[in-house]
T-cell receptor, first 113, second 107 residues
Framework: EAQVTQNPRYLITVTGKKLTVTCSQN?????MSWYRQDPGLGLRQIYY???????DKGDVPEGYKVSRKEKRNFPLILESPSPNQTSLYFC????????????FGEGSRLTVL | KNEVEQSPQNLTAQEGEFITINCSYS?????LHWLQQHPGGGIVSLFM???GKKKHGRLIATINIQEKHSSLHITASHPRDSAVYIC?????????FGAGTRLTVKP
């Protein structure tokens, strides 16, 4: 089954404790992207990757890192999480950048205390 | 002013009604997406448009590149169409999102 898988789905952590949210797709898609969704602010793009070893900042990259060492995986790294990074995070992928159909993961709800 | 404006913010309809949600944008784009998010949070892509019009079942999406405007139409609305509909625009890999339209369809 074609899918985008995020882990963990739910996480409560404390300020400063490094964490990684994984995103994996099984569709051989070149494009992958991370978003956060907050009440009143909607969806905002954090980082995106057009292909392996190619990453670019989105609208709100501060406090996040990403890597794209292989096509299927695009982890989101919070090296020193802060409470303002409490949010619902989505990963998405597409065969052909944003001119292709987007497939979203189920979301990861992160709480930073 | 937001780069992507959706209207209306909230919409309540009776089952069977024809529904239109609008999206206007102010930036150059290579594609526009309509997304659906049900309560519980999952996001599904409905359409990707770069020109013209697309139709899937009861859903129709149009885009006017010159006027920087897109519409999503739902014909014969049904309570299962109740969701938040989000317009997203982008160029290359960058994406910007509208605030969403919350649609409630009553039986």
């Amino acid at each position: 089954e074609a899918q985008v898988t995020q882990n963990p789905r739910y996480l409560i952590t404390v300020t400063g404790k490094k964490l990684t949210v994984t995103c994996s797709q099984n569709m051989n898609h070149e494009y992958m992207s991370w978003y956060r969704q907050d009440p009143g602010l909607g969806l905002r793009q954090i980082y995106y990757s057009m292909n392996v070893e190619v990453t670019d900042k989105g609208d709100v990259p501060e406090g996040y890192k990403v890597s794209r060492k292989e096509k299927r995986n695009f982890p989101l790294i919070l090296e020193s999480p802060s409470p303002n990074q409490t949010s619902l995070y989505f990963c998405a992928s597409s065969l052909r950048g944003i001119v292709g159909e987007l497939f979203f993961g189920e979301g990861s709800r992160l709480t930073v205390l | 002013k937001n780069e992507v404006e959706q209207s209306p913010q909230n919409l309540t309809a009776q089952e069977g009604e024809f529904i239109t949600i609008n999206c206007s944008y102010s930036v150059g784009i290579s594609a526009l997406h309509w997304l659906q998010q049900h309560p519980g949070g999952g996001i599904v892509s409905l359409f990707m448009l770069s020109s013209g019009k697309k139709k899937h079942g009861r859903l129709i999406a149009t885009i006017n590149i010159q006027e920087k405007h897109s519409s999503l139409h739902i014909t014969a609305s049904h309570p299962r169409d109740s969701a938040v509909y989000i317009c997203a625009v982008g160029d290359v890999g960058d994406m910007r999102f509208g605030a969403g339209t919350r649609l409630t369809v009553k039986p």
